[in-house]
């Protein structure tokens, strides 16, 4: 299919519509790139923005003038240059004026302007009223000194300046953000006086590196005293591509207990932070915050307080968690898009970027010096014309009063020039005659000496890097402040796992026969006098606490993983493991053990085997569980047992024939997993057709006493008393004292068990 246009018999061009959609799009496009989106590197502005200011100044709303209605200054902006939106264009001009918008506010608004909590919370047009601020004259100082070109404005009826003359690199001052067809830009804000001294320094060098230029511009400098925890590195990097995220990061303090938020990051709203906040306490997830408060005021622009449930709490910890899951800490892209000066988008490093614009600054100073030399040369010349007016005062009055054509008569006699007679026919007599030589002699020289510095330096490059240093310096000094946002070097936040988000409560979980669980809060109760179901009864328990993980032990060595928090309250009579784990068929739960992931137990079974192992080796996240004690043939898991201290405790194991054993804890291997070593000496034939097995095992101190109960008595053995019990491990143990042969269950009084 052709694409070229086709005019018929009627005159109409046509052309295909594929080419009419391609050519539609590009032009819309290139429109939202170069007109809409993309600020241009001279003055940092994008279109709007710069036909508000100038319409501003046309108005003479300078930062000494009065007040005038926003509205009416956006009617001549969209009456003479800008056919839009007055909303659009309005708002446009709002966030010029916002100082928690832009570092260094264009236009100086009075009324409401919004604020950093609802920017957009601003008043009409019709009842605010603004005027440009003093920073603002660095963009229009110059306009009037032949520095830019002129372009015609929408209707060509008047005329506007393609860009202004920035004094100052306006595009890394107040930063820039849009989204074109297929690019955006993302330029942050920047200190005044650290961009400023960064362009004398690549002035002076101009082969200065990123690295170097970094030196004076430390980083972004938002308008707000919020952290920049972003590390040296890493700005460096986006400041050698162009691109990269930029980290900021709130200021708190504590003050009395409590946490007081005193900055947020940019464009963060304080009133959504405290959403967030607000919406963890009521999911639970911050248990040690009890209040939250906005104490914000006009002294206090931002005030958010925390308050915690005691001083005990880690502020640190909590803030951190803060940072993690809230907007207190805030990303912000960076994308150094901008036009350059061959009026072509790209992305450019920090080098690239100033290069750039101090060739355009070159440029406009290059123009105004020609311009006000031009100017000096015609006023020269104008003086020179004058001068012999006056010398010939009385022949010039006679030629004025007499002559019909006094223009060409002047310009005859006197040899003088169109301009010189026309300067000379705009005094009045009076006024010439009034001219007295000296007076004329004084600014020729004047005007002479500044037209031999100019000369100077239009002709010097060095002279007019000089001049370019010292107005830089002057714009520094007037305009500039001390930085905003301070750059921190901060470690990364972590958000709270969910078992640092539960309380630490004292607990203690209680095992029934028939595999039923619960946890009972505190330590004291006794578990035996609970209530159980019909058939089952209280088979063993552990302390421990809420925040830590229980791990269930069954007949067949497997073990299981539940959150102690999870557990259900002793006030009911629990629920069988068997509903939240997929135990093996035919299997029970012999145990439960409880504790941080380095407190040790001594798994064992019936078969007079064990070892020693930790909390951590016996925790996973599957269902079915994990093997971690492998049984001889006919053998059964037995209760864990807690090992206090595995240097200085001893283990008692009593057989079903009232055989005690004791020997020290160390004797035993500290493994993972595994079958472990002989504790007693018990046959493996009798085992496996359960005739002698292995039926408790306790660990105990020096300090403790061991309790036996056989029937409805019980007999309890200081550690003095137990020291005829001692051997080596793997022996068959001393026979208990007659009438205690036949032990149902033994017990240390320091733990229940």
């Known amino acids: 299919m052709s694409d070229e246009i086709i005019i018929n018999r009627d005159g109409v061009e046509q052309l295909p519509l594929r080419r009419f959609t391609e050519d539609a799009y590009l032009n819309y496009s290139m429109y939202v790139i170069m007109d809409r989106a993309l600020p241009h590197i001279s003055d940092g502005l994008k279109p709007v923005q710069r036909r508000i200011i100038y319409a501003m100044s046309e108005l003479r709303l300078d930062a000494d003038a009065k007040y005038a209605k926003s509205a009416r200054t956006i009617g001549d902006v969209i009456g003479k240059f800008h056919p839009h939106g007055d909303a659009a264009s309005y708002e446009a001009m709002v966030l010029m004026a916002q100082p ?47 520095t830019v070109e002129w372009i015609t404005n929408f209707d060509g009826t008047l005329e506007e300046p393609a860009v202004l003359p920035a004094r100052l690199p306006n595009v890394l001052l107040n930063g820039s953000t849009g989204i074109a067809v297929g690019m955006a830009t993302d330029i942050p804000p920047h200190n005044l006086r650290e ?84 919406a963890q306490m009521q999911a639970k997830k911050l248990p040690m915050v009890v209040d939250l408060r906005d104490e914000s005021d006009h002294e206090n622009p931002t005030r958010v307080v925390i308050v915690l449930r005691s001083n005990r709490v880690d502020a640190e910890a909590l803030v951190a968690h803060l940072f993690a899951s809230t907007d207190l800490e805030r990303t912000y892209r960076v994308n150094l898009n901008l036009i350059g000066n061959d009026g072509r988008p790209q992305v450019m490093n920090l080098t690239t970027l100033l290069a750039e614009w101090l060739k355009f600054r070159s440029a406009t100073v290059l123009k105004r010096l020609q311009y006000r030399l031009d100017r000096i040369l015609d006023r020269l010349h104008v003086l020179n014309g004058l001068m012999i007016a006056y010398l010939n005062l009385d022949a010039v009055i006679k030629i004025v009063r007499n002559e019909d054509n006094p223009k060409q008569a002047l310009i005859k006699k006197f040899k003088l020039t169109e301009r010189q007679v026309d300067a000379v026919l705009d005094l009045r007599i009076r006024q010439l005659a009034k001219l007295e030589e000296v007076k004329i002699k004084e600014e020729q020289d004047a005007l002479a000496e ?114 102690a928090h999870t557990l259900p309250s002793a006030r009911s009579q629990g629920e069988p493991l068997s509903g939240r784990l997929n135990p093996a068929s035919g299997s029970t739960f012999e145990g439960v053990a409880i504790g941080e992931k380095d407190q040790q137990y001594v798994l064992a079974s019936d078969a007079g085997y064990g070892f020693v192992t930790t909390i951590g080796d016996m925790q996973t996240k599957n269902k079915a569980g994990k093997l971690v004690l492998s049984l001889p043939k006919g053998a059964l898991a037995m209760q864990p047992a807690r090992v206090n201290d595995y240097a200085s405790d001893w283990i008692a194991a009593i057989s079903n024939e009232g055989r005690l054993l004791m020997f020290p804890v160390t004797d035993l291997p500290v493994m993972g997993r595994g079958k472990g070593i002989k504790i007693m000496n018990i046959p493996a034939a009798r085992v496996a057709d359960r005739l002698e097995m292995m039926i408790a095992v306790v660990v105990l101190t020096e300090q403790d006493s061991l309790v036996i109960h056989s029937g409805k008595r019980f007999i309890s053995l200081k550690f003095s008393d137990l020291e005829v019990y001692q051997g080596e491990r793997a022996r068959r143990g001393r026979k208990l004292p007659r009438g205690f042969q036949r032990v149902d269950w033994i017990d240390v009084p320091s733990e229940p068990k």
């Open 100 to 146: 928690f918008s832009y570092r260094y506010p264009l236009v100086d608004g009075q009324g409401n302007w919004g604020s950093p909590d609802e920017p957009k919370s601003y008043a009409a047009m019709r009842y605010t009223e603004s005027r440009l601020t003093r920073y603002s004259t660095s963009l229009l100082s110059e306009l009037g000194q032949g």
């Open 195 to 278: 961009v400023a001294s960064a362009c004398i320094r690549l002035l002076e060098k101009p082969k200065s590196t990123v690295k170097q230029l970094c030196e004076h511009i430390k980083g972004p400098d938002y308008p707000t005293q919020a952290e920049i925890i972003s590390s040296r590195d890493e700005i460096l990097q986006i400041y050698s591509t162009g691109r990269g995220v930029i980290r900021a990061r709130a200021v708190y303090t504590v003050e009395n207990g409590e946490l007081v938020i005193t900055a947020l990051p940019h464009q963060v709203s304080g009133s959504k932070v405290l959403e967030q906040i607000a």
């Open 450 to 563: 500044e037209q031999q510095d100019l000369e100077k330096t239009i002709k010097s490059k060095a002279r007019l890097k000089t001049l370019m240093k010292r107005e830089l310096m002057a714009d520094g000094e007037m305009y500039g402040d001390a930085r905003m946002s301070p750059i921190v070097e901060r470690d990364e936040a972590q958000a709270f796992r969910e078992s640092d988000l539960i309380s630490t409560e004292p607990i203690t979980v209680v095992l029934s026969n028939k595999g039923w669980v619960r946890a009972a809060r505190g330590h004291e109760l006794d578990p035996r006098e609970l209530s159980y179901r019909s058939g089952d009864g209280y088979k063993f328990a552990v302390r421990g606490r809420t925040n830590q993980e229980a791990s269930f032990l069954d007949s067949t060595g497997r073990a299981y993983t539940l959150a």
